[in-house]
């Protein structure tokens, strides 16, 4: 009776755990998708198509912090319970490249629209 006692217990916490693991998931992708929807509205601004490409770059580095700050701290989360053995230090790198690399394919279509305009 107890070994189907704690094996109902350990499905169900197992249930739990999955069931928080798909909603930090889920919760990681809506702060990208936040921050992605506030960079687009920047790459759209038309007085930023006066600025260089080093301009626009500097730009998009300060813009959307509390969508960045809070597309970091939602991947974050979501590492951590994904994967909880690896180093901290190694999670923040990932959410950092992520944050970079969302960055870097806005100014890369920035440069390549301005490529074309000329």
């Known amino acids: 009776m107890r070994v189907l006692i704690a094996a109902a217990l350990t499905m169900i916490s197992g249930g739990v755990i999955a069931s928080e693991l798909e909603d930090a998931h889920r919760q990681a992708i809506q702060g990208r998708n936040a921050y992605w ?3 687009a509205r920047e790459y759209s ?14 730009e998009l580095a300060s813009v959307c ?7 970091r701290v939602m ?14 230090g190694a999670h923040l790198t990932t959410a950092n490249r992520a944050v970079e690399a969302a960055q870097k394919d806005v100014l890369t279509a920035f440069a390549k629209h301005k490529e074309s305009s000329k």
Do not use: T
């Open 65 to 71: 912090p509390s969508e960045r700050q809070n597309f």
């Open 37 to 39: 929807n506030c960079l």
């Open 75 to 88: 991947l974050l989360d979501y590492l951590r319970m994904e994967y909880p053995n690896v180093d901290a």
């Open 45 to 58: 601004r038309g007085s930023n198509q006066n600025m260089s490409e080093d301009d626009f770059k500097h």
